[in-house]
């Protein structure tokens, strides 16, 4: 008997020792999996923009510190701009319409493609009847406003395409966002291609003299988060976290859609009516589709057709798309083939 409660101890003894051994290893491996504890500080540049929900989502619901990081959002007028401010180290990462980088690409920087967190149709080409405006025929030998070297003048460009006329036919006149309006009220030009909110502010101004065409002919703007820098592991570690932050943003919007507007609506002092108005338009969700490639394609046979290059060949676009990121962290948003 007293052989066998030996036994029974040594039994006991061993199934304990083995359980403490388990919860030490799992423990182990979960401490590795995690953040190391150090937050990192990074700056994003965009635009007071509805495009940035998942952005602001993510900064809101503290999304960003819990994986690791103080995320500062610094506003500029146009995602060109931030993303300039990418390239001369003035921001960590940029949001911006995939127009850019083809500017960009054009120009041989160093610019990449880490995820498109939203898509939409926003664009309007705004002019005033008044100035004989009524068909887009009525466009030939106006003045037209447009943010010069951003996806307005392509969009532009294209439509005037699609309706047989030119940027040949026009006269650019290269505005801000912010000028477009007063340009349009002062006469210092006849019409105005503009995106959201700018392009609403237009219509309410110019309340009964106005005639509105939808710009992008259904063709989806690709709103991208870009680096300037992905071959350090540093940096590949903030990405991951960047965009595992955007993924429990995306999760946070689908199932409180409501409260995610309700932190765009507040973050962007947007009443009501505009909101309901423009969110059907965009499309929240982290991906790098290859439908993104073919736009990237377009917009750049495009832009050596109309000279705003002088280079003759469509740049190779994998080479400036950054999948290793989103794969990491939700892959079935991947469908770029290389």
């Known amino acids: ?9 040594l039994n006991i003894s061993a199934i304990l020792f083995l359980a403490a051994f388990t919860v030490a290893m799992a423990s182990g491996s979960c401490s590795r999996g995690k953040d190391s504890g150090k937050v990192e500080s990074i700056t994003i540049g965009t635009l ?32 060109l701009a931030a993303t300039t401010a ?5 921001v960590d990462i940029a949001a911006c319409a995939e127009f850019i980088s ?12 880490i995820a498109t967190i939203a898509k939409n149709l926003n664009e309007l080409l705004i002019g005033r009847i008044d100035k004989g405006i009524k068909t887009v025929a009525d466009l030939s030998g106006k003045k037209i406003g447009v943010p010069r070297k951003t996806i307005a003048e392509f969009y532009l460009g294209r439509f005037l395409d699609l309706h047989g006329l030119s940027t040949q036919d026009i006269t650019l006149v290269d505005l801000p966002p912010s000028r477009l309006q007063e ?20 219509e309410n101004r110019l309340a009964q ?36 932050s955007l993924l429990q943003a995306e999760k946070y919007l689908v199932g409180h859609p409501e409260e995610a507007k309700d932190i765009v609506r507040t973050r962007l002092r947007y009443d009501n009516a505009y909101l309901e108005e423009v969110w059907p338009k965009q499309q929240f969700f982290l991906s790098l589709d290859q439908s993104l490639i073919a736009a990237l ?22 080479e400036y798309i950054y999948l290793e990121g989103l794969k990491a962290v939700k892959p079935e948003a991947v469908s770029i083939i290389r």
């Open 1 to 9: 008997m007293r052989a066998l409660n030996h036994r029974n101890r």
């Open 86 to 90: 990418v390239t001369q180290g003035a």
């Open 297 to 318: 394609e377009d917009e750049a046979r495009w832009m050596i057709q109309n000279k705003l290059t002088t280079e003759k060949k469509v740049p190779d676009f994998l």
């Open 183 to 202: 340009a349009l009220v002062q006469n210092e030009v006849d019409a105005v291609i503009a995106w959201q909110p700018w392009a609403k502010q237009i």
């Open 48 to 79: 007071p923009y509805e495009a940035n929900a998942l952005i602001y989502i993510a900064d809101e619901q503290k999304f960003f510190k819990a994986n690791g990081l103080e995320v500062a959002i610094k506003n500029y007028e146009t995602g």
């Open 102 to 113: 083809v500017g960009k690409a054009f120009q041989k920087e160093d610019i990449f493609i």
């Open 209 to 244: 003299n106005k005639v509105v065409w939808p710009a992008q002919s259904s063709q989806l703007l690709y709103w991208n988060m870009v680096v300037k820098d992905v071959r350090s592991a540093k940096q590949d570690r903030l990405i991951k976290k960047v965009l595992r």
